[in-house]
């Protein structure tokens, strides 16, 4: 079965910083896809970015990038120049290829301080 | 793109009465449809997956009568709490995936379920 560990339940950051927010997975699938998504105090849950585990390049979307450590099952996600607007919780999720299930993590509650 | 609506946003009812939410893919065919809840400070639990014209596969421990789930069409997906009762209350979310991306799953805004 498919496990999502987000092992950092709050974070905090100062305006323009970096933070980087932790996930580990546990997959025994080859073909799977993982995911970060952003949801801030309106509850709309937004897709932040996305990973093909067959891709060796990390995920990159403006400021926000992974760091896709197959081996380690590791996806981090980094946010740059963090933003006001970045407060939010995240979820790290992954997807088995040929499944139709997400499978969340527990969220980490991200706070950016002006 | 990948646009994702649910109403009512928000919506409150009597105890023993019924609730239809509806979830609609706005500008893609949603050949599947997920409806979760989420509990404050929690993350989402998978309730059940819809395809359209197909019958609802529901998460165990789900009740199938309690929720009932329809799909009838590519681009909507109702979820009727019947019979609620407060401990119903909660914040339904559904999710669509498209013909197109097949891994990704687009969120709508959610609905807060209020049983009193």
């Known amino acids: 079965a498919q496990t999502v560990t987000q092992s950092q339940p709050e974070m905090s950051v100062q305006e323009a910083e970096t933070v980087t927010l932790s996930c580990t997975y546990d997959?025994?699938?080859?073909?799977?896809?993982l995911f970060w998504y952003k949801q801030p105090p309106s509850r709309q849950m937004i897709l932040v970015i996305r990973?093909?585990?067959?891709?060796?390049q990390n995920a990159t979307e403006n400021r926000f990038s992974v760091n896709f450590q197959k081996a380690a099952k590791s996806f981090s996600l980094k946010i740059s120049d963090s933003q006001l607007g970045d407060a939010a919780m995240y979820f790290c999720?992954?997807?088995?290829?040929?499944?139709?299930?997400?499978?969340f993590g527990k969220g980490t509650k991200l706070t950016v301080n002006p | 793109g990948a646009v994702v609506s649910q109403h009512p946003s928000w919506v409150i009812c009597k105890s023993g009465t019924s609730v239809k939410i509806e979830c609609r893919s706005l500008?893609?065919?949603?050949?599947?449809m997920f409806w979760y809840r989420q509990f404050p400070k929690q993350s989402l639990m998978l309730m059940a997956t819809?395809?359209?014209?197909?019958?609802?596969?529901?998460e165990q421990g789900v009740e199938k009568d309690k929720f009932l789930i329809n799909h009838a069409s590519l681009t909507l997906s109702t979820l009727t709490v019947t019979s609620a009762h407060p401990e119903d209350s909660s914040f339904y979310i559904c999710?669509?995936?498209?013909?197109?991306?097949?891994?990704?799953?687009?969120f709508g805004p959610g609905t807060r379920l209020l049983v009193l």
């Open positions: 819809s395809n359209e014209g197909s019958k609802a596969t529901y």
């Open positions: 990973q093909e585990a067959y891709k060796q």
């Open positions: 500008d893609f065919q949603a050949t599947t």
């Open positions: 999720a992954s997807k088995q290829g040929g499944s139709e299930k997400l499978v």
């Open positions: 997959t025994s699938e080859s073909d799977y896809y």
């Open positions: 999710s669509a995936r498209g013909t197109g991306d097949q891994e990704t799953q687009y």
